[in-house]
């Protein structure tokens, strides 16, 4: 049944700031030295983007040159007892939390204050499937409860024993090295690769690649990162985009929320960088390739060969290619003594999860073909869920049949309808109707657009189930489906080319 929901009203919107590229040829500026690591929260997207995407179709000469840029890390030295090797490649894909080293006009711009934590702020396991048609990312929560390996403190030289601790916490412990350790005692599964990357490189991609389009069903605003956009279709600059990865304070979701636009917008990355050209563009590619890998950090046998295989075996890799998920949660506020609250994961969907990995399973189901000639609408995005909106029709013409028509037309879009159409008290109307509590009146919007052009009319205390009267108007439903994740299977998990602008 639908929880009540507060009304909400459109913030005011403000013009986005003009978006600046580079000449065309040139090679973007370095401004930050190889080791610095600054806050944002979806830098490792376009590391894996560019590099892995891009590779193949350039050439040796043009890639080779690019190596020189990256810094290197050995997160490997000294690992024993490691999980066995499955198929297929793991990339663990680090995003710090550095923001000490950024400028003070960086820091008021993109609202990074408070002091550094000196711990990952993104960490995202992505398997490359052995035949190389596939990448799944999995998002592991920074505030997942996690068992620290024995080890010596990076910072200390103090010896500790193994303890709870959030999992972000390990790499201001013990680094990229015990980073690993810690993800691969949790998940099972053996890192092949490390990389890690800065925000200032993710905002330079992002506009060296056009921009990148998301869209959204409602309002999004958070005070916290200055994220501030209208409900609809918005190309972001790479300023923007930097708000949209970090916000997590726009809705009830915080974290996990702030996961799964990660994704969506690792996605729409995708989608722009193999459709706009950058990839089979020399100069371009040269230049994106060159914003990125200046503030790449990777383990030493992530090379050009490396770069070379994966793109060439990826070169027709898309959006569609791709699917994300995240670590079935058991208990999002799990207390710890000593820590606070932390993610607690589902022991026994979390162990499915990882086994499909290491045995090189697709995590989403597979899509079912259209039938020759067929084409299936992308539908609107809306803000609630067609299955969590409970339904009543009638008919208010004359036309029988009408409210039952409309009754399996929605049902098949995915509302919850009673499936027992009535009358309505007249037979004359025009324009169709939608009633509704005001509690619900986001459930309103969202039944509105499957029905374009009918009226919203609040009524007090009616409660949760929504009233469609069809008038005369009426053409057809419009399939519509809700911009959040829904559940399917045990780990909840998407495709690319579900989660971009439909």
Not at 171 to 191: D, F, S
Not at 286 to 299: F, I, K, M, N, Y
Not at 415 to 425: C, I, S, V, Y
């Amino acid at each position: 049944m639908p929880v009540p929901q507060r009304p909400q009203h459109p913030p005011q919107s403000r013009p986005a700031p003009p978006r600046r590229r580079p000449p065309q040829g040139t090679r973007p500026v370095r401004s930050r030295k190889q080791d610095e690591r600054p806050r944002w929260g979806m830098r490792v997207a376009t590391g894996l983007s560019v590099l892995v995407l891009g590779a193949g179709g350039i050439g040796h000469a043009l890639v080779s040159g690019l190596e020189d840029g990256i810094g290197r890390v050995d997160p490997f030295k000294d690992m024993k007892n490691r999980p066995q090797g499955g198929h297929g490649t793991n990339l663990l894909l680090v995003g710090t939390d550095g923001r000490d080293t950024i400028t003070k006009e960086e820091k008021k711009k993109y609202r990074l204050g408070g002091a550094p934590c000196h711990c990952t702020d993104t960490i995202m396991l992505v398997h490359l499937s052995a035949d190389r048609r596939r990448a799944s990312v999995v998002s592991l929560p920074r505030d997942s409860y996690a068992e620290m390996p024995a080890h010596t403190d990076r910072t200390t030289g103090e010896r500790h024993e193994s303890h709870p601790v959030k999992l972000n916490a390990a790499y201001a412990e013990g680094g990229p090295t015990l980073t690993v350790r810690t993800v691969e005692n949790m998940t099972k599964v053996k890192i092949d690769h490390y990389l890690e990357v800065d925000f200032t490189s993710f905002m330079k991609t992002v506009d060296a690649v056009g921009g990148v389009e998301i869209c959204t069903a409602r309002p999004m605003k958070d005070a916290y990162t200055g994220l501030d956009l209208p409900a609809g279709t918005h190309e972001l600059n790479g300023g923007q985009a930097l708000q949209y990865v970090r916000s997590r304070h726009v809705d009830v979701a915080a974290d996990l929320g702030r996961m799964e636009r990660q994704q969506k917008f690792m996605a729409a990355l995708i989608k722009q960088a193999t459709s706009s050209g950058v990839l089979l563009n020399p100069v371009r590619f040269r230049e994106v390739s060159t914003t990125v890998l200046g503030s790449v950090r990777a383990d030493k046998d992530f090379g050009t060969e490396q770069m070379l295989a994966l793109g060439k075996a990826m070169k027709s890799f898309g959006p569609a290619s791709s699917e994300f998920a995240s670590v079935p949660v058991g208990d999002p506020s799990f207390p710890v003594k000593g820590i606070g609250s932390t993610v607690q994961w589902d022991a026994e969907k979390s162990k499915k999860l990882f086994s499909a990995l290491r045995e090189d399973k697709p995590l989403a189901p597979a899509k079912p073909k259209a039938a020759a000639g067929a084409k299936q609408a992308a539908g609107t995005l809306v803000d609630v869920a067609p299955k969590e909106i409970r339904v009543q029709v009638y008919n208010g013409t004359p036309k029988d049949g009408l409210g039952r028509s409309v009754d399996e037309a929605l049902r098949a879009t995915g509302f919850a309808t009673t499936q027992a159409p009535l009358n309505g008290e007249t037979r004359d109307r025009e324009r169709t109707l939608v009633e509704y509590d005001p509690r619900w009146d986001r459930s309103a919007k969202s039944l509105a657009a499957a029905l374009p052009g009918s009226e919203l009319k609040p009524v007090k205390d009616q409660g949760p189930q929504l009233r469609v009267t069809v008038g005369s108007d009426f053409t057809k439903v419009h399939p519509v489906k809700a911009e959040s994740r829904q559940t399917a299977g045990d780990f909840s998990p998407v495709r690319g080319d579900e989660v971009v602008c439909p």
